[in-house]
């Protein structure tokens, strides 16, 4: 058994860090160490900006976007073309699509994706709210942004089904051959997926 070498203080701050994505324990130590190094700097600040951040952030009731206020920032934008709304699974794939600045439009979050293995059903999604909006009038198209995963293929086609029958354009991001990609080195699927979205020159 490792001995300890820090106080319970310090011990619950790495557990706490080692949770957060792309840390794992020994990256958590040295963000820990990093912190209490630059206690005034860093671990202060940081402290004051966790702790508004937790008394302040909403999910927005509209798209499920993270904000501070509600609606969000980008519900509110009147230059937003809100007759087009951009579905992804996480608030994450939102914020990659903002700053890839291809389309000004209106975003819903799904918050995952349909996985009956994980227990994961349409009620646990924010699928009725995204219908409701569709179903509310003014969506001329809805751009399907979740990944090319079987969940979330699953995910798309039951969207699809639920609006069956309503005057809007769906639609679904390319799939392929990346920008900059060379075929030598990309896996069978995607090269599958390329052939089938193939477009005409």
Sequence with gaps: MAKRVTGPE?????????KVPGLGPRSAR?????????????????????GEAHRKVRICSCCGNVDTIDPCTVCIDERRDRSVIIVVEDVSDLWALERAGAMNAAYHVLGGTLSPLDGVGPEDLNIRGLINRVTGGGVRELIIAVNATVEGQTTAHYITDQLQGLDVRITRLAHGVPVGGELDY?????LTAALRARTTI
């Excluded at 990093?34 to 402290?47: C, E, F």
């Design 186 to 190: 990309l896996d069978e699927g995607t």
């Design 10 to 18: 310090i011990e619950k701050l790495i557990q706490l860090l080692a």
């Design 30 to 50: 040295r963000a820990a160490l990093h912190l209490v190094k630059k206690k005034d700097q860093l671990l202060g600040p940081l402290a004051d900006a966790m």
